[in-house]
Each structure stands twice: as structure tokens, then as C-alpha cells.
């Protein structure tokens, strides 16, 4: 089971823009971000293959890029025009499917406030 390791949240303003990044200690099919906002349950918010097919919500569709460097196992996801909706902690993935999910990272609070 590989561990996963996050960076990258914080607190940003309306508008702005934030990139997490979230390392794997070995490779892996499938890496990811989940959501989980204040009073809801954990959703997807984007998952990427090891040859790039991605999957993204609706919600955060024109708005957020997932990327990845297989060299690294590194999965990274480009947030831009946050909105206070967006506010949650965001949660790294890894699993053997697309959206099927194997392991978890520890989490990163994202808050976007003025």
C-alpha cells in the first residue's frame, strides 16, 4: 500500500489561486484529489491515469487541472477562481482503477475567504 504525503493548502482569497501536490512512495495507477467540505460528505474533485486520462467534477470543471509526474509520483492539482464553495479539506488519493481508491493521504484544509 503506497503512503501519501500532501502540501500545498492554505487560506486564499476569492478569485485567487493554490496548487497542491501530493507524493506516493511507490507507483501507482491511479492518483487523485477527493473533497470533503464542512457538514458534507467526501467527493471527487479529480483523478488522473498513469498515461494521463482524467476525470474531473462538474463543479470544478475550466476552473482545475490535475496533472502528474510519473518520475516523481507526484500528482498536482492547479486551483484557480477559487470560490468559498470550494472550501473544504482536500484529501490525495491512490488506487488500481481510475476512481477506485486504495490508499489515502493525511489531508490539507483549503480555505477561501476574504
Known amino acids: 500500500q503506497v503512503q501519501l504525503v500532501e502540501s500545498g493548502g492554505g487560506l486564499v482569497q476569492p478569485g485567487g489561486s493554490l496548487t497542491l501536490s501530493c507524493a506516493a512512495s511507490?507507483?501507482?495507477?491511479?492518483m487523485g484529489w477527493y473533497r470533503q467540505g464542512p457538514g458534507k460528505q467526501r467527493e471527487l474533485v479529480a483523478v488522473?491515469?498513469?498515461?494521463?486520462?482524467?476525470v474531473y467534477a462538474d463543479s470544478v470543471k475550466g476552473r482545475f487541472t490535475i496533472s502528474r509526474d510519473n518520475a516523481k509520483n507526484t500528482v498536482y492539482l492547479q486551483m484557480n477562481s477559487l470560490k468559498p464553495e470550494d472550501t473544504a479539506v482536500y484529501y490525495c488519493?491512490?488506487?488500481?482503477?481510475?476512481?477506485?481508491?486504495?490508499?489515502w493521504g493525511q489531508g490539507t484544509q483549503v480555505t477561501v475567504s476574504s
Open positions: 488522473i491515469s498513469r498515461a494521463g486520462s482524467t
Open positions: 511507490g507507483s501507482i495507477f491511479s
Open positions: 488519493s491512490a488506487g488500481y482503477l481510475l476512481q477506485s481508491v486504495a490508499s
